[in-house]
């Protein structure tokens, strides 16, 4: 009986399914909506239309010279171009119509609109230079009208005829700029021969307007036809024709439509019906299967005391995992704080052997031993020694070489001090850090008075061996920073390996000089900001999201403790701690920010 009524459930979910899969189908597949797509597509050509008569206008405006600016030449052109950028969007996001016929109108008429921005910019250049002749004519004849005044009766009455002439070519090209014909080019041509003739026989202060007279004529006689034989070029491209087709293919499409989606409603109304009547019969089903529904409620009630006992009893078994779970954790606490500890004291070690090599190696080559060689010579010479001090070679040098060696003794005993000064901050800051690392348990911070040029300088102290065996190159920009309160070995902790990662990843570079750049300034007088950049090896996209991420390191040799326990300290001292790369082989910046807190007496 189950059987039978679940395969009964599973037809008429699947014939539910197919109805409004085929509902979906159709509604998809009409486009009713897209008739104010069509709309707005006549629209926007209707508006191409105007624009390009508009254009057409400009462009005869510019032929009379009724308008001296090109600018109406350019507008119409930009405003058909984002129009029909509209338009194609429009079409495109709608699917409007795909067929090859339909591209291939478009594509006439963008040919047609190519040709045509051609022709009107060779127009524009040629009826530019034309118009500028024109305009200089009555310039040209007020140049010579000026040279006559200045002549006497006599000289006039000789070049009348000239004049006349002169006066006759300027009527003729200005004719010819309005009704342009091959006489009148003979005409003109005729004139500028016959002027050239008479031009030998005028006063020298007459030829050279003529002759500008005369290029200007020429520049007409040659420009008017090409103007004019352009004007008819723009006339016979035929854009507003490709429109008309344009417009006549969206009506007949949208025709097309129309007829289709009167068909998908006939059918979205039939299958409708037969929805609606399935949902009926699934009501009655429905109404017959409460009480079925009412009893298995029931037995689901039953289940659900059961579940709820066994859940109880599984509540207290996750209780108990949840306390071997919390001691799980303070052990692995206990060992990340043990691990950062080994890590920032071997950072330190570092310094203390080096301090420790030095200290080592000048004892090994001290000057010292020059004292005892020189007390043999007194030892051997107690005898005579005055004679020996004052008349034998060496004893004569003994002195000199006695004070010498003071000195050195000297710079050697200063030297081996600030070593054994060195070593001893080091040896403090082990003690420090171990003190430091109490504050993962609950310890407070230890504020003291701090110069923060002086606390860069002893973390580069303490890796100044590593940097030199290295070649680095360290830059200082510190700014004028006030003595301020911090505390002091966090900072020292986090700047030693900064520095030492900054060192580590210039180890392989061979292409150009390893450079670091210690920095530290005050931000917006409130915020206490120390960078460390490197021209190393950079840090990929991908490892920028968990640099300081326990246990994370690009270093075949590293462990990944240390940035992971600067950005603890950081956070202990309530800052932040970033990190900015553009890629591998371009470097790397540490940029650390801490509240600045001012020392007693102190302003920042």
């Known amino acids: 009986m189950n059987v039978s009524r679940r395969t009964s459930l599973v037809m008429l979910a699947g014939v539910a399914l197919v109805l409004v899969s085929t509902l979906l189908f159709l509604y998809l597949s009409s486009r009713s909506g897209q008739t104010v797509t069509y709309t707005k597509s006549r629209d926007l050509i ?265 859940v109880e009893e599984r509540t207290r078994q996750l209780k108990d995992t949840q306390g071997e779970l919390l001691d799980t954790a303070r052990r692995a606490g206990m060992a990340e704080i043990a691990t950062n500890v080994l890590h920032n004291v071997g950072n330190v070690l570092n310094s203390v052997n080096i301090s420790a090599e030095l200290v080592s190696r000048k004892l090994r080559n001290s000057k010292a031993q020059g004292l005892g060689k020189a007390m043999h010579l007194i030892n051997e010479r107690q005898q005579d020694l005055g004679s020996f001090l004052t008349e034998d070679e060496k004893g004569k040098l003994l002195p000199g070489y006695l004070n010498q060696l003071v000195e ?26 171990v003190a430091t690392q109490q504050s993962y348990a609950g310890a407070s911070n230890f504020l003291e008075s701090l110069s923060i040029s002086e606390l860069l300088e002893d973390a580069l102290r303490m890796n100044f061996g590593a940097l030199t065996r290295h070649n680095v190159t360290v830059l200082k920009e510190y700014a004028d920073i006030p003595r301020i309160m911090g505390d002091k070995h966090r900072l020292l902790l986090i700047l030693i390996n900064l520095i030492s990662n900054a060192k580590y990843a210039m180890s392989n570079v061979s292409n150009h000089e390893r450079i670091m750049t210690l920095g530290a300034t005050i931000i917006d007088g409130e915020t206490l900001q120390i960078s460390v950049r490197d021209k190393g090896e950079g840090i990929a996209p991908k490892d920028m999201t968990r640099i300081f991420a326990h246990g994370f390191t690009t270093r075949k040799e590293g462990h990944g403790f240390g940035l992971h326990s600067c950005a603890l300290a950081t956070i202990e001292m309530n800052g932040h701690l970033n990190a900015y790369s553009d890629g591998p082989g371009k470097g790397a910046l540490f940029v650390l920010q801490v509240p600045l807190i001012a020392a007693e007496g102190e302003t920042p």
């Open 46 to 310: 209707r508006q191409i239309m105007q624009q390009n008569a508009q254009w057409e206008s400009e462009i005869l405006k510019a032929r009379v010279a009724i308008s001296h600016n090109y600018d109406p030449l350019v507008s119409p052109l930009v405003e058909i171009t984002q129009l029909w950028r509209t338009f194609d969007s429009l079409v495109s996001q709608n699917r409007l119509n795909q067929s090859p016929m339909w591209r291939s109108t478009l594509d006439a008429y963008l040919n047609a609109m190519k040709e045509k921005t051609r022709v009107v910019e060779q127009f524009k250049s040629h009826n530019a230079v034309l118009r500028n002749s024109l305009a200089f004519l009555p310039a040209a004849e007020d140049d010579i009208q000026a040279q006559l005044a200045r002549m006497t009766d006599a000289d006039k009455l000789q070049i009348q005829n000239t004049a006349t002439d002169i006066y006759h070519l300027l009527l003729s090209s200005m004719e010819f700029a309005q009704v342009t014909s091959a006489d009148r080019a003979a005409d003109i041509l005729v004139g500028l021969n016959t002027l050239q003739v008479d031009k030998e026989r005028l006063p020298p202060e007459l030829r050279e307007p003529i002759d500008i007279l005369g290029n200007h004529i020429s520049l007409i006689l040659r420009e008017q036809p090409k103007v004019n034989s352009l004007l008819d070029e723009i006339d016979v491209i035929p854009v507003a024709e490709r429109l008309d087709d344009i417009t006549n293919m969206l009506n007949r499409d949208q025709q097309e439509a129309e007829a289709s989606d009167q068909k998908y409603h006939l059918s979205l109304l039939l299958f409708s019906a037969l929805l609606v009547l399935l949902l009926i019969w699934l009501a009655i089903h429905l109404i017959r299967s409460f009480t079925e529904i009412n009893r298995m409620n029931r037995a689901l009630v039953a289940v659900n005391d059961e579940l709820e006992q066994r």
């Open 408 to 433: 050195a003794i000297n710079h050697e005993q200063q030297g081996m001090a600030e070593e054994l000064t060195q070593l001893s901050k080091s040896v403090d800051h082990i003690k420090d850090i």
